[in-house]
């Protein structure tokens, strides 16, 4: 593989995401294997989250290679920039985000609003991203829709985070003096009554940038290691095993932690906290580096076209796997249950069993029927959009040169 060939695509890494979405559907409802497996193996599967992690590492990355060598911290090359994430992130999260307070308007589904005295301003909370930095609301409206808060930071800082390493070529102090900030607004806001605005230590470090700052750091030393070196090996370590089991050696480890009062995983223990943020980055930059640089069956299968697919689609998947989307999926399956259950009486039919009381299978339904309504939304909404905003004049005029290049770039 040449360093020409990893600049212009690279599909194992579209694989990826796809990955990452899945692993935190999982995490969400480990719940339904508790009845059928040991209960370790639901307490394993909870901390499933760290695809959270995978995407936080895996943006670090991109955004690093894609323009850590053409920036140019100017008013034209940072309006360009923007222009780029509004395209990729904003359309579908905004449609979606709409949606889910007008299905409250109609349902005053609790959980939309979680008790907020208004669902106007907190709609605005939510298309503006704010929500994400309140205790209280980080998961009202498109509940996971928390971490493209933290993304959104991560966008408009990694500009400013370029232009200090270059100057005083010490990356790695940043994330300390960031998560230092982080700890100190704690220390400042923990006693106000707003909404929990920076409200306590574990909300902060788990939903916040400031305490998840290490780990699009240490994509970005992963890409300026790339950067510099390209992908020549002298050696035949297989990175891509060995970061992987590692990574479930850290998901092991988070396993066993006790859960704190109130939260819902061992990551909510300061050592899961210490274990996700610090110890598991390193090793998804290690699985990262061996895809990049190997032939590996992980490689293979995260390289192909179906998956690649997934991949491009896991945006919209991660939005709508949790919600009120999969809350109305889930009503028509347990009408259907019915349906089938009415169906033997009205025929005599002795059978016991529906195919739709198992949850396990449901949940493959759910998880099917998800995926393929991800894929119509990605043909047909996310990726005509995308296409549209960076082909306009939204926030600076286009130009065909600048264009034709952007076009290319699916990755992020």
Not at 1 to 29: D, E
Not at 346 to 358: A, M, R, T, V
């Amino acid at each position: 593989m040449s360093q020409k060939t990893l600049q212009n695509y690279i599909p194992a890494l579209t694989g990826v995401r796809a990955l990452a979405a899945y692993l935190v559907f999982i995490s969400h409802f480990e719940y339904i294997f508790d009845g059928n497996f040991p209960h370790a193996v639901q307490r394993f599967l909870q901390e499933f989250h760290m695809g959270v992690t995978i995407f936080f590492v895996l943006s670090g990355f991109l955004i690093t290679y894609r323009y850590y060598n053409n920036f140019h911290l100017t008013k034209d090359w940072f309006k360009q920039y923007l222009k780029n994430r509004v395209a990729r992130i904003y359309p579908m999260y905004f449609l979606l985000t709409v949606l889910a307070f007008v299905y409250y308007y109609f349902t005053h589904d609790p959980k939309i609003t979680k008790g907020f005295f208004s669902p106007v301003l907190l709609l605005l909370m939510h298309v503006t991203f704010i929500r994400g930095f309140f205790a209280d609301l980080w998961d009202t409206g498109i509940a996971q829709g928390w971490s493209l808060t933290v993304e959104e930071c991560f966008y408009f800082s990694a500009p400013f985070i370029f232009l200090l390493s270059k100057r005083f070529r010490k990356l790695f102090i940043q994330p300390f003096v960031i998560t230092g900030v982080a700890l100190l607004l704690v220390l400042i806001f923990r006693n106000f009554d707003w909404y929990g605005f920076f409200g306590n230590f574990t909300f902060t470090m788990i939903y916040t940038f400031l305490g998840r700052c290490f780990e699009f750091f240490v994509g970005i030393q992963l890409a300026l290691i790339l950067l510099n070196k390209g992908v020549a090996r002298t050696n035949n370590i297989k990175y891509t095993y060995i970061g992987f089991l590692l990574m479930m050696f850290c998901v092991g480890i988070m396993s066993q932690l006790s859960i704190p009062k109130g939260w819902m995983a061992g990551l909510h223990n300061p050592f899961g906290i210490i274990t996700n943020n610090y110890l598991l980055p390193p090793c998804i930059a290690m699985f990262f580096y061996g895809l990049l640089t190997e032939s590996t069956v992980f490689k293979t299968i995260l390289s192909f076209k179906f998956v690649e697919l997934l991949g491009k689609s896991s945006y919209i998947f991660y939005l709508i796997h949790l919600g009120y989307i999969r809350d109305f999926l889930n009503g028509w399956i347990n009408k259907a249950n019915d349906w089938v259950f009415e169906y033997y009486d009205k025929h005599n039919i002795s059978w016991e069993h529906s195919p739709f009381e198992n949850d396990i299978v449901n949940l493959v339904i759910q998880f099917v029927v998800l995926n393929a309504l991800s894929i119509l939304l990605f043909k047909t909404i996310e990726e005509p959009m995308n296409h549209y905003i960076r082909q306009s004049d939204f926030l600076i005029k286009s130009k065909s040169k600048v264009a034709g290049k952007e076009s290319v770039i699916i990755n992020k």
